[in-house]
């Protein structure tokens, strides 16, 4: 499945990042799902949070267990969305918030068990 594009890092540090993703109506995340009425899975959220925390914190994951997450409010195409992660490498720990301007749309955090 193909990545959001980055619009903007709007902060950076060796533990977090804030970036702003463009949702766009095309990704593949929204084929199917549903017809007539796009909104991004879980599943999907999940999967970019996982995939970005390598692309940017270097993390090497073999297995994400140990979810912990809400969603709280859909995100469908074209919303402005920024992505906060934070891992704290002592512990394996990645957690993630999905935010439309001051609204919380979904956050977790969950265990890696391999990270370097």
């Not at 996982?50 to 940017?56: D, I, K, L, N, Q």
Request: glycine share 4%.
């Amino acid at each position: 499945m193909k990545l959001p594009h980055i619009i903007a890092v709007k902060a950076s540090e060796t533990d977090m990042v804030i970036l702003e993703i463009e949702i766009s109506p095309q990704l593949e995340a929204f084929c199917g799902h549903f017809p007539n009425n796009p909104i991004l899975s879980g599943v999907a959220q999940i999967d970019w949070v996982v995939r970005f925390a390598v692309m940017h914190f270097g993390v090497a994951v073999a297995v994400a267990r140990n979810f912990q997450v809400k969603f709280r409010n859909i995100i469908r195409p074209q919303m402005p969305i920024a992505l906060t992660l934070k891992v704290d490498r002592a512990r394996n720990k990645l957690s993630f918030v999905y935010q439309s301007g001051t609204e919380i749309m979904s956050s977790g955090k969950m265990t890696l068990e391999a990270m370097t």
